[in-house]
């Protein structure tokens, strides 16, 4: 199994020197750094996270304030993914997540699982992604546009990123599992309160997604205390934050040589119960 072409949708065969090429003749180079350049167009967006903000990701997780989520989101796949089966992390950012998801799948499997694809919107992110994940199969790819077979992949996780649920209900087979993890209510609200005059509670899905039902709901809350001013940076960076606060906030976030806050996450296994997209059987 490998990645389809983005622009006819049939499988990819890795050529000489590199280049994955379609039975109709497109062609895809590998990057020096060792991931594909799927991206067509302006398919929910052109470019992702920028550099600064990937870098700023990788280098907050690599403290393990987040690890008690990646434990969790590597035994959920560990125990919902059958051997054997092929899975997709959609949106990777960094490959924090799927290094965790993938040390438990060889911890299982006994070797190198060789399923196992990624993507992000980012060059940086799959840049980083595929240096972090060698055995990885990476691309730069959107999640309203993934390059993969219908029905192909046991698995998909979604740590943090676009939900498109169609094109996840698209890859998945019959039965295979969604494993998404987004913030609960209080996640990050100590910051926001800093940042912000009207600080709000997020609001946590409510139904599946069309096509899916809800198998299991787990929710993961703890206090932190983050010591420095780039660390406390580093975390703003990686977060939707860093779009959409003025100038007020940014002077506040620069003097933060310190923070305690909550992080809360939820992470839902949803599982594919429709053969086409919200269409029961």
Known sequence: MDFV??????ELTLCEGGVKRCPEGHSYD????GYYNLLLGSSGGTHGDNRQMVEARARFLSLGFYEPLADRVAELVYRYLPSGEALLDAGCGEGYYTERVYRALVEREGASPIDIFAFDISKDAAR???RRCPSVNVCVASSYNMPLADSSVGAVINIFSPLASEETHRVLRQGG??????PDRRHLFDLKEKLYRNAYENEPESEPPPGFRLVERVRIGYDIHVVGRENTESLFLMTPYAYRTGER????LSELTELDT???FIVDVYEKITENHGKEI
């Open 177 to 182: 599992k969604f494993i998404v993890a987004y």
């Open 262 to 264: 909550r992080v809360e």
């Open 128 to 130: 980083l992604t595929s």
């Open 249 to 252: 906030g940014r002077k506040i």
């Open 30 to 33: 590998r990057a020096r750094a």
């Open 5 to 10: 072409c983005p622009k006819c949708r049939k």
